[in-house]
């Protein structure tokens, strides 16, 4: 098990950026799948990104192509999420969660994952 912590977010205009932080929390030397995902009020959890294991690669919704970047630091056993130009629909609660059976690209259904991070919320004004 894979304790997750995670940092950033905040409140933000459109056209803005976050960087969104989740961290392994016991310093593991465990390299897994990195999924995020992201709810908003009334909505269900969505898919949003995933990083495989060494962070050469990843994928993205379409919704945020071209947006949002993900990266991985091991030094600091931690992945990021860049999110640029940012617009209200983004507005949402963002969860990091591991998938620590997984080296490549994490999966998009919620349930592929085994520990989650607390969320944090990400609101975009316009």
């Known amino acids: 098990q894979v304790q997750l912590l995670q940092s950033g977010g905040g409140l933000v205009q459109a056209g803005g950026s976050l960087r969104l932080s989740c961290s392994a929390s016991?310093?593991?030397?465990?390299?897994?799948?990195v999924g995020w995902f992201r709810q908003a009020p009334g909505k269900e959890r969505e898919f949003v990104a995933t990083i495989n294991w060494n962070g050469d690669s990843t994928y993205y919704v379409d919704s945020v192509k071209g947006r949002f970047t993900l990266s991985r630091d091991f030094s600091k056993h931690t992945v990021f999420l860049q999110m640029n130009d940012l617009k209200p629909e983004d507005t949402a609660v963002y969860y990091c969660a591991a998938d620590v059976a997984n080296y490549g690209l994490g999966y998009s259904d919620p349930v592929d994952y085994d520990d989650w991070g607390r969320g944090t919320q990400v609101t975009v004004s316009s």
């Open positions: 016991d310093r593991t030397t465990r390299r897994f799948a």
